[in-house]
């Protein structure tokens, strides 16, 4: 019993002791001033290649209002904040080049105030393709306390797109046949569309020869639910689970990895189901002939990964990429992979991969703009 005393007098006394050795930030800040990132950690900005741009960056929050002026500094541009940052989340974010940003390094909270947002200009941002550039900002802590785990952020620049799409005007067949047989043993296939009255097919696989129904990629969207033919089985997709409206731009994104097929919506996973195991023949490409815009048709001989897939839902794909099989921006214009150079030239649906799997037949399909101006994406929130 003695023995059992002491214990629980030396145990008590420890907690005792490493109570008065440890602040509570809750306690401390209701006696000093603290300051944090308010919110997402993430600030994106969207860009057209080669532009410049005033914007806000995240916001800088007090713990409570400023009784005087408030000076927070902070430090930007530290490659080895992205690199840890990288590492952590698997993305592959450029650092953002000096020469493109200017950026002051503190932030002022007015007397009264709470918050205000760090400004950052941008400045003739130029892309690589598939390039996405990231800022780091760290708060510093001079003037008050930085709250640790709410002091970093990363603003991330993306590349815009400004871009003709197609109406589809015909009843008649557009389709296109390969010279060649394909096998995949993976794939991913994406398509991009905007109807006034969204039901119906969407894009798809030709067979090779004879019907393969295991081979057949056969998407169907409604507002009343949706299903994908594939594998030789019949995947369901309620309107619960897949909400669709008229008049509404929407990526619909299809991937197999070799016995599982995952659906997503926008970048979001609405369906993972298995089907079956062994590869896919492809024949050729068809595009329904529901009345309606259609801007992407692109097809992967992998399966992209969720991150790949929710990062690249409003951005072109990069046509130097080897592991596309076609690739139709669908803008009327066609890419020279020779030279790179891209030309307007509205009398085909260009393929931009390696393998020229172009629909020669437009079936009186047209191009069109935004009324006067270029279609946008991302799209305006």
Same mark, same amino acid.
């Given at each position: 019993m003695k023995r059992l005393?002491?214990?629980?007098?030396?145990?008590?006394?420890?907690? &005792?002791?490493?109570?008065e050795l440890y602040e509570d930030p809750a306690k401390t800040h209701k006696v000093?001033?603290?300051?944090?990132? $308010?919110? $997402?950690?993430?600030?994106q900005i969207f860009l057209l290649d080669g532009a410049s741009e005033s914007a806000q960056g995240p916001r800088v929050s007090l713990v409570r209002p400023a009784t005087s002026t408030v000076t927070v500094g902070f430090t930007a541009g530290s490659q080895a904040q992205l690199d840890a940052y990288n590492a952590k989340n698997g993305t592959s974010y450029t650092l953002l080049p000096s020469s493109m940003y200017?950026? &002051?390094s503190s932030v002022t909270?007015?007397?009264g105030q709470i918050?205000?947002?760090v400004p950052v200009k941008l400045k003739n941002?130029?892309? &690589?393709a598939g390039q996405i550039f990231a800022l780091p900002l760290k708060l510093n802590g001079e003037g008050t306390h930085a709250i640790g785990g709410q002091s970093e952020a990363m603003i991330i620049i993306d590349q815009a797109t400004e871009t003709k799409v197609m109406r589809i005007n015909t009843s008649r067949e557009i389709a296109t046949y390969f010279s060649e047989n394909i096998s995949v043993p993976q794939w991913t296939m994406e398509v991009m569309v905007n109807r006034r009255n969204i039901n119906g097919a969407l894009a798809g696989t030709k067979f090779v020869g004879s019907d393969d129904s295991k081979s057949e990629i056969y998407?169907?969207? #409604?507002?009343?639910? &949706? @299903?994908?033919?594939?594998g030789g089985t019949d995947l369901t997709l309620s309107k619960d689970v897949m909400p669709l409206e008229d008049n509404k731009w929407y990526m619909f994104s299809f991937v197999y990895d070799g016995a599982n097929v995952s659906v997503y919506s926008n970048g979001r996973l609405v369906l993972q189901q298995a089907v079956r195991e062994g590869d896919y023949k492809l024949g050729g490409f068809w595009l329904s002939t529901t009345r309606g815009m259609i801007r992407e048709l692109r097809f992967y001989k992998v399966a992209r990964t969720p991150q790949q897939i929710a990062a690249n839902v409003w951005k072109m794909a990069d046509p130097k990429d080897t592991n596309l099989v076609a690739y139709y921006p669908m803008n009327g214009k066609k890419y020279d992979h020779a030279t790179g150079t891209i030309s307007d030239d509205e009398t085909q649906i260009w393929d931009w991969s390696a393998n020229g799997h172009h629909f020669t037949n437009l079936q009186g399909a047209? @191009?069109?703009?935004? #009324?006067d101006k270029l279609f946008r994406f991302p799209l305006a929130k």
């Amino acid at each position: 019993m003695k023995r059992l005393a002491y214990t629980l007098l030396a145990v008590g006394l420890l907690a &005792s002791c490493q109570n008065e050795l440890y602040e509570d930030p809750a306690k401390t800040h209701k006696v000093e001033q603290g300051v944090y990132i $308010q919110g $997402q950690e993430l600030t994106q900005i969207f860009l057209l290649d080669g532009a410049s741009e005033s914007a806000q960056g995240p916001r800088v929050s007090l713990v409570r209002p400023a009784t005087s002026t408030v000076t927070v500094g902070f430090t930007a541009g530290s490659q080895a904040q992205l690199d840890a940052y990288n590492a952590k989340n698997g993305t592959s974010y450029t650092l953002l080049p000096s020469s493109m940003y200017e950026i &002051s390094s503190s932030v002022t909270i007015p007397t009264g105030q709470i918050t205000a947002p760090v400004p950052v200009k941008l400045k003739n941002v130029t892309f &690589s393709a598939g390039q996405i550039f990231a800022l780091p900002l760290k708060l510093n802590g001079e003037g008050t306390h930085a709250i640790g785990g709410q002091s970093e952020a990363m603003i991330i620049i993306d590349q815009a797109t400004e871009t003709k799409v197609m109406r589809i005007n015909t009843s008649r067949e557009i389709a296109t046949y390969f010279s060649e047989n394909i096998s995949v043993p993976q794939w991913t296939m994406e398509v991009m569309v905007n109807r006034r009255n969204i039901n119906g097919a969407l894009a798809g696989t030709k067979f090779v020869g004879s019907d393969d129904s295991k081979s057949e990629i056969y998407p169907v969207v #409604g507002k009343e639910g &949706s @299903f994908l033919r594939t594998g030789g089985t019949d995947l369901t997709l309620s309107k619960d689970v897949m909400p669709l409206e008229d008049n509404k731009w929407y990526m619909f994104s299809f991937v197999y990895d070799g016995a599982n097929v995952s659906v997503y919506s926008n970048g979001r996973l609405v369906l993972q189901q298995a089907v079956r195991e062994g590869d896919y023949k492809l024949g050729g490409f068809w595009l329904s002939t529901t009345r309606g815009m259609i801007r992407e048709l692109r097809f992967y001989k992998v399966a992209r990964t969720p991150q790949q897939i929710a990062a690249n839902v409003w951005k072109m794909a990069d046509p130097k990429d080897t592991n596309l099989v076609a690739y139709y921006p669908m803008n009327g214009k066609k890419y020279d992979h020779a030279t790179g150079t891209i030309s307007d030239d509205e009398t085909q649906i260009w393929d931009w991969s390696a393998n020229g799997h172009h629909f020669t037949n437009l079936q009186g399909a047209t @191009f069109v703009k935004d #009324g006067d101006k270029l279609f946008r994406f991302p799209l305006a929130k």
